[in-house]
């Protein structure tokens, strides 16, 4: 097995800080269909951020 990594088709969605109107993104939902890395994805993303922040995650599938 090699290192984890999260879906490079993602970067955008969880790299995006503000919109294009200008307003900051403070909630992000991913959606689509099945046998796709979106919780996979969530998960990672949530340990990464934890590392840094002090942040309350509510995850749903």
């Known amino acids: ?3 984890p990594s999260l879906n490079p088709n993602l970067k955008d969605f969880w790299m995006t800080r503000v919109l294009p109107d200008g307003t900051p993104v403070t909630m992000r ?4 269909g ?5 919780s996979h994805d969530a998960a990672g993303m949530a340990i990464a951020r934890a590392n840094h922040h002090k942040e309350i995650f509510l995850c749903t599938r």
């Open 1 to 3: 097995m090699g290192n």
């Open 29 to 32: 939902t991913l959606h689509g």
């Open 34 to 38: 099945r046998m796709s890395t979106k």
